[in-house]
């Protein structure tokens, strides 16, 4: 009554394959990833020092350290975000809060989709364009991270809406239902019950704005200027100029050093996912319902 | 409050709720037909019919909570002693202050027990303000006195509302409404997300209440009506078939349809 016919033994059989299948396609996905960091940590580390994260690049970037490139990407990612988030929240929230369900609202909803799928060489013109001529802030950090911001404003908000919708309806409700405003909602439960997702986007953006060249390279970021920007109308190395640039473009350069840069570069954005992962724990800890 | 019995009178000041003519139309469906009715001022009543009668859609009408919904439209009036709730120039914090709401599934915030009581007074505080610390204190345990939660949970007023009990969960959302002072509690199915025991200790808590609050509660278990209204309202079809004192409705219903019901021939 029990035995497993031949039937059973086929399905258990057609079962495991598929299992198997599924396992090594998650499998081929981490390989790259480890492959990276394994042959970036194997060839570029003996290139990381103090003196080569802290000094001057010389002998025409041969030789030297990434200093200029390091702190001129903070300075691009920094002000980036400082552009671009408070935009993507608020826009975020009227999306997700406020906006009735009509034709506007659904072209803004695709519009937002388009643009996060506009190439980055395209942004960089319109940022040339925009940022660099007609408003004339010149090659600077101010008109990069300008572009920066204008790219990864989509991350941002479908990152913060997809959190506010994440927050169950029922809480709104209950706060409408006892004549709380849409904001008094959005700024006692909604926001505070958001918050985590909100800030895995802001940190989705980090790592995505640190690593981009093409936006950067004709709006801001420079070839070699070794000094550190003083302020945002400056031009800047930035990393992920600087290991284009001693990769393809400057001969003999020592093959340590674009590994080390590139070492360097996805160590920073991995830092940036594990403090991010670490905030989702925490706030998830905390939040129970 | 005053026991006096039911009368077909609309004008005198016992009536908490007057609704006359009341049309309401979801899109092309109309969900409520011509429906008048006098809820008295501090009695429990309660709203029965089987599922799509219109007794939700009646109670929803009444904070005007329906609206949110954007296609739903209405004729005739609605009146909370005396002043029509669908006038254009009512402010829907204020109707919402004085008409608190019970949800089926308790719905307490993401905050703390003493933060979920509080909220009302945070939302309607004159200048925005939260009262001090010692009235605060005050507020919190006489709401939850008053919902008798205080000797459960007055040692855990940090813990979070949602990880309470569904029965404390569902006294908290009653004790959340008491601190802005609503005269009309509006309940849609209370107790059918609690277990017996649950049902019973918030039934018995919705008849501690009445006097003080106008209660009205749309329910689909009769013998929840019958233990714990003091009238009821008997709808089908989006109108009203029969509204008279509980007892007299379950003892000896005056309408064929009703009679039928209550016995439970369709439900």
Known sequence: MFEATAQNRRNRKVEGLFRLLFLWMTCMLILPVALILGVLIVRGGPAISWEFLFTQPINNMTAGGILPALVGTVWLVVVALIASVPVGVAAALYLSEYAPDNRLTRAINLAIINLAGVPSIVHALFGLGAFVIFFRFGTSILAASLTLAVMTLPVVIVATRESLQTVPLAFREACWNMGATRWQTIRKIVLPNAISGILTGVILEVSRTSGETAPIMFTGAAFFLPFLPQGVLDQTMAMSLHLFVISTQVPDVPEHMPFGVALVLISMVLAMNGISIAFRVYLRGRKKW | ?267
């Open chain 2, 1 to 267: 409050m005053s026991a006096e019995p039911v009368t077909s009178d609309t004008a005198d000041a016992s009536a908490a709720i007057l609704v006359e003519k009341l049309n309401l139309w979801y899109g092309d469906f109309q969900a409520l037909l011509d429906v008048d009715l006098r809820v008295r001022a501090g009695a429990i009543t309660s709203l029965i019919g089987p599922s799509g009668c219109g007794k939700t859609t009646l109670l929803r009408s009444v904070n005007r909570i329906n609206e949110r919904l954007g296609y739903v439209r209405t004729t005739g009036s609605i009146r909370l002693w005396g002043l029509d709730v669908l006038d254009p120039s009512v402010e829907l914090a204020q109707l919402r202050k004085q008409v608190g709401m019970v949800f089926q599934r308790p719905n307490p915030l993401p905050l703390s027990v003493r933060d979920n009581v509080l909220f009302g007074t945070r939302v309607h505080l004159p200048d925005g303000r939260p009262p001090n610390r010692a009235e605060s204190d005050r507020i919190v345990e006489e709401a939850l006195r008053e919902v008798l939660l205080w000797d459960e949970l007055k040692d855990s007023l940090d813990r979070r509302g949602t990880e309470l009990s569904l029965e404390q969960q569902q006294k908290l959302c009653i004790a959340r409404l008491l601190p802005v002072k609503p005269k009309l509690l509006l309940m849609d199915e209370p107790c059918s997300a609690l277990d017996p025991a649950g049902t019973e200790a918030v039934e018995e808590l919705i008849w501690k209440l009445r006097g003080d609050y106008t209660i009205l509660i749309v329910t689909h278990n009769m013998a929840q009506a019958r233990r714990a209204s003091e009238e009821c309202v008997f709808m089908l079809l989006g109108e009203i078939i029969e509204h008279s004192d509980t007892a007299s409705m379950f003892l000896n219903p005056a309408n064929r349809q009703t009679a039928a019901y209550i016995e439970g021939r369709y439900g």
